[in-house]
């Protein structure tokens, strides 16, 4: 579990693939399988975001809703999901300094923060530019 990604997309998922509980599903479980060894238990906490993650399925079990599917984006700036986001993450940090600031709690602002693509590099640029001219070689030779 990465532990910026793995907060995102445990609060944005169903719980039981459910908008809100019924009489059939009244919550979940959350498990922790370590995909490498550990050495002790304290390295599940530092490999993993165990305790941030409890916070979100809390909070997504308290507040119904999610997404279908797999989402692991925040959301563009100033949507509705951003916005909720933020607002959750917000909460969460305030529980980590309040709560958990004395463990483990493998987590950091992140809902802030906007990503770009900046196109292609240099290198990126002469790559093309050789697949082109061996695609016309090869053109040429049939």
Not at 69 to 75: H, S
Not at 111 to 117: F, Y
């Amino acid at each position: 579990m990465d532990p910026l990604e793995a907060v995102v997309t445990i609060f944005n998922r169903r719980i039981g693939d459910k908008e809100k509980e019924d009489k059939n599903m009244k919550g979940g479980t959350l498990c922790m399988w370590p995909d490498r060894r550990v050495e002790n238990e304290t390295d599940v906490l530092r490999m993993n975001p165990v305790y941030p993650g409890m916070l979100a399925f809390a909070e997504r079990g308290w507040r119904g809703g999610g997404h279908k599917g797999w989402v692991a984006n925040i959301g563009a700036p100033n949507t509705s999901a951003a916005i909720e986001f933020a607002s959750f993450e917000n909460r969460l940090l305030d529980n980590k300094k309040e709560f958990f600031s004395q463990l483990i709690f493998q987590y950091a602002k992140q809902s802030d923060l906007v990503g770009s693509c900046l196109g292609l590099t240099t290198m990126g640029e002469r790559i093309l530019k050789f697949l082109n001219q061996r695609i016309k070689i090869s053109a040429m030779l049939k």
